[in-house]
């Protein structure tokens, strides 16, 4: 690709935007027929093919379906999967586009609507949206299926527990550290970057987009009280950016912002964390993977939450990627013979 530059709308490209949305569910409501209550693609397809179809001095101007469709195809892309709107400009002029921040992915709804109006393909959003869809699918980052969590306990500290973890073949590392200052923060994760590297093995920061940024981790998590995913994307770019969800709306909410995998927990009990939300136990996790499943969220989930080797068949057989350990690492007496038999049991 050549050269070319993207911005987010100003604010007359906004006030365009809000006009052409009011002008597409126009249109979706009368040529589809239906009041719009959920946008679909199928709406939209039906809105364009009987929109083509009525007799030509009855039919809108070519320029408002491709307005109005566009947009309205645009913001589904945003709404549903985690797109945003850009302005783009290459040689060949602006267009208004929308953009996977995490994937890189740009596309163009109004153009799109625009060459089928030429083509008379009427009915393409369908195939469209699920070629962007596996192209998400395919693009998406390789996520280890166990992540050890540090935690310090009397007599080991955060680098000590880190090198530890290393030293018994753990792949991912999450710093987690809780209740120090940003400054005490941004040393250990420098210093545990190191640590990691010497073992090349990846470093994600839980909590934190600056200390993350500043050290170039691997990864950043954050729950449901920290920066939102889509915020800490501008910050850190495009990292493996983890989310925490605790119930099925969590899932939901974390599927439009950009995750890259989610901690879904927890799992049983665990004193490791405090404030900790109930339990979802294996019933729970079938209940959520189900659902993921039937709306096509197609995002791996790490089970989190007092995890042992014993339950880590069940769990996987929920149809969860991997699991995230703390306490089961930390404390276990002979670390490479935990970690081995974990590592065997989640096939990484
Ligand atoms: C892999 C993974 N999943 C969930 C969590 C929990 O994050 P959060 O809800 O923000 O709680 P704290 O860890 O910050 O106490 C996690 N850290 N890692
Ligand atoms: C951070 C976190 N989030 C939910 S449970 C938990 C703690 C996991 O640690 P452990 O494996 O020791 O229960
Ligand atoms: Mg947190």
């Given at each position: 690709m050549g050269q070319y530059e993207e911005k987010t709308l100003n604010k007359k490209e906004l006030?365009?935007?809000k006009d052409a949305l009011e002008l597409g569910e126009g249109l979706i409501e009368k040529y589809s027929g239906k009041e719009i209550a959920t946008l679909t693609i199928s709406l939209l397809d039906d809105a364009f093919e009987n929109a083509m179809q009525t007799t030509w001095w009855k039919r809108p101007r070519k320029f408002m379906i491709a307005t109005g469709l566009g947009y309205a195809l645009g913001q589904y892309l945003v709404d549903q999967l985690g797109f945003e709107w850009i302005a783009y400009k290459d040689y060949?002029?602006?267009?208004?586009a929308v953009k996977h921040q995490a994937s890189g992915i740009i596309s163009f709804p109004i153009s799109a609507i625009r060459k089928r109006l030429k083509t008379k393909e009427y009915r393409f959003m369908e195939d469209y949206v699920?070629?962007?869809?596996?192209e998400l699918t395919m693009i998406k980052k390789e996520i280890p299926r166990l992540h050890y969590v540090s935690q310090s306990k009397v007599g080991l500290t955060h680098l000590e527990a880190i090198k530890e973890a290393c030293q018994a073949g753990c792949k991912w590392v999450q710093l987690r550290m809780k209740e120090v200052t940003f400054q005490e923060y941004l040393?250990?994760?420098?210093?545990?970057?190191?640590?990691?590297q010497n073992y090349q093995v990846k470093l994600t920061i839980?909590?934190?987009a600056a200390v993350a940024k500043a050290v170039q981790a691997d990864g950043l998590h954050l729950g449901k009280e920290d920066m939102s995913p889509l915020e800490a994307r501008k910050i850190v770019g495009d990292i493996i950016i983890g989310g925490t969800a605790n119930t099925w709306e969590d899932v939901q909410r974390l599927s439009k912002e950009q995750v890259d995998y989610i901690g879904l927990g927890p799992f049983r009990y665990t004193t490791t964390k405090k404030k900790i939300s109930p339990v979802l136990g294996i019933d729970g996790y079938t209940r959520i993977i189900d659902q993921m499943?039937?709306?096509e969220i197609d995002i791996p989930?790490?089970?989190i939450g007092g995890i042992n080797p014993s339950d880590i068949k069940a769990i996987l057989s929920t149809g969860v990627w991997g699991i995230a350990a703390s306490g089961l690492i930390t404390n276990a007496k002979d670390k490479q013979k935990t970690c081995t038999e974990i590592m065997q049991q989640l096939k990484d």
């Open positions: 006030a365009w935007k060949q002029g602006k267009d208004i699920q070629v962007l869809k596996k040393d250990t994760a420098m210093a545990a970057k190191t640590i990691c839980n909590d934190n499943k039937a709306q989930v790490l089970a």
